[in-house]
């Protein structure tokens, strides 16, 4: 994953290495009956000529066939250097190389960090990257992100096209649910955002790339976190655009939704949030949604049970589980009820008609709502 800046330096002239680069290509493309033109003999023109960025190009737009390149096998001569400690490591020609994916990939880099324009060529780097590593299935995302890790570090710490670099990373870690490989480095991320300097709709998709990727690794917390900073990214003159209403909904589904989230003011004081009061329809699900948040940040049990006679169908409608709900309005009700008790002493009975359970249940209610962390007391 990202760390310190490194260099990557490749023994060869750049026409010798894009010549050398170009034959491979056409070697894979042989082992795979492609009969296309050969781009040895497209590159070999513009070489001699001078034309370096449209040499580039033609490697650039054929390197996707690199993700169907054998793993292991190529020789080269690659040296990377530390800048933080400086300790180099050198691959002779007589020294087996590492996989030879990564070893092509990062000749490929190499020739692409010599043009003064390279930030028109690693996006595409990075988009093949994303894609799978189809000669390696059981590899593929650690040679994909070894790749991009290189290209990452290999880039001045303020070159915006880090930025992108790093959403390819995210691409990759939400496609094989690797969330776990790319936690440290997030302490790193508002560092790298004043960096980058990138604008707010930059930064809320950058957050939502990461809320998506924790999501799909079933990280609920920290997906719901970035949603939240995703959202804070929207200013009050666009609170009530399409994007912060979908936004905004799915963050309040998140919360809801999740067994342990019990405080909702985070949410409450978004200016997105608020626009849904005024949703242009009162019936919408948007104005339902601010209404059942309304509920759980300040109201009890009976509310939350006339709401839902009056809106039968609103859970379906928003995918909320019933029983994650239906436990989390019962615990904050007997929250709330503890805390407007002067003796500080509740019986059973009080209990049992706030919660509408029988009796015999409330002591499973208390001992859950301080498991929670909502009260403290003792039965």
Not at 211 to 220: P, T
């Amino acid at each position: 994953m990202p760390g310190p800046t490194n260099s990557l330096l490749i023994e060869g002239t750049f026409d010798e290495l894009a010549d050398e680069l170009a034959q491979y290509i056409d070697d894979v493309r042989k082992k795979q009956s492609d009969q296309g033109s050969s781009l040895k003999a497209e590159v070999a023109p513009l070489l001699e000529q001078g034309q370096k960025d449209e040499a580039l190009k033609k490697l650039v737009t054929a390197s996707a066939i690199l993700n169907s390149a054998p793993e292991k096998g190529k020789k080269a001569s690659i040296m990377t250097m530390s800048k933080k400690n400086s300790k180099k490591k050198t691959l002779s020609k007589q020294t087996p190389t590492p996989p030879e994916f990564i070893a092509t990939y990062n000749l490929l880099v190499h020739l692409v960090r010599q043009s003064p324009n390279n930030d028109k060529f690693l996006p595409k780097i990075c988009q093949n990257l994303s894609a799978p590593i189809t000669s390696s299935p059981s590899h593929g995302t650690g040679l994909a992100l070894s790749i991009l890790t290189t290209i990452f570090n290999i880039l001045s710490p303020t070159n915006d096209v880090r930025y992108h670099v790093f959403l390819a990373i995210l691409r990759v870690v939400r496609s094989t649910a690797s969330f776990e490989t790319l936690r440290n480095q997030l302490k790193n991320l508002d560092l790298w955002i004043a960096q980058w300097d990138i604008d707010a709709e930059d930064q809320r998709n950058l957050y939502l790339s990461i809320a998506d990727a924790a999501s799909d690794a079933h990280e609920a917390d920290e997906s719901y976190s970035y949603l939240l900073r995703a959202l804070r990214t929207i200013p009050a003159s666009e609170a009530s655009s399409p994007t912060a209403q979908e936004l905004s909904l799915r963050a309040l589904k998140s919360a809801l939704s999740h067994p342990s989230h019990f405080d909702f003011q985070d949410l409450t004081a978004l200016d997105c949030i608020q626009a849904l009061h005024s949703s242009s329809s009162t019936s919408s699900l948007a104005s339902d949604y601010y209404e059942i948040l309304e509920l759980f940040s300040s109201e009890l049990l009976e509310d939350y049970n006339d709401f839902l006679s009056t809106h039968p169908d609103f859970l379906s409608r928003a995918g909320l589980p019933a029983p994650v709900l239906e436990r989390k309005i019962r615990l904050l009700t007997l929250a709330s009820l503890a805390a407007s008790t002067p003796s500080r002493s509740l019986n059973y009975a009080q209990i049992a008609a706030a919660l509408q359970v029988a009796p015999h249940e409330v002591e499973m209610w208390v001992i859950d709502v301080i498991r929670a962390g909502l009260v403290e007391g003792k039965l």
